[in-house]
């Protein structure tokens, strides 16, 4: 499995930014590619999720209202949507991978995809 995540840049506090990870090389119909973050000096934490078979979406509650994520199947491609971005949403952003659906358990995605950096900055 191979995933390229993309998006990342500088928006002002308030902005919005939109992420993609265009993902290649499984056939399943049941997985989840799931969005994590990374801000400097800390753990990596969960964001949000999206189950392939049922379009099922879950959300950490620091984003939930905030950042929506979608999917486009014909494309092989999830998007994270961040809208009202603030300084503390700053991180490293990487999309991963697995095969249990429903779960923002990192240590159950074994697939990642580099990571794209959001700064949230005036």
């Known amino acids: 499995v191979q995933l390229q995540a993309s998006g990342g840049g500088l928006v002002q506090p308030g902005g919005s930014l939109r992420l993609s990870c265009a993902a290649s090389?499984?056939?399943?119909?049941?997985?989840?590619i799931g969005w994590f973050r990374q801000a400097p000096g800390k753990v990596r934490e969960e964001v949000s999720c999206?189950?392939?078979?049922?379009?099922?979406?879950f959300y950490a509650d620091s984003v939930k209202g905030r950042f929506t994520i979608s999917s486009d199947n014909a494309k092989n491609t999830v998007y994270l949507q961040m809208n009202s971005l603030k300084p503390e949403d700053t991180a490293v952003y990487y999309c991963?991978?697995?095969?249990?659906?429903?779960?923002?358990?990192?240590?159950?995605?074994?697939?990642w995809g580099q990571g794209t950096q959001v700064t949230v900055s005036s």
């Open positions: 991963a991978f697995t095969l249990v659906e429903g779960t923002l358990l990192e240590g159950l995605y074994h697939y």
């Open positions: 090389g499984f056939s399943s119909d049941n997985y989840a």
């Open positions: 999206i189950s392939g078979n049922d379009g099922s979406t």
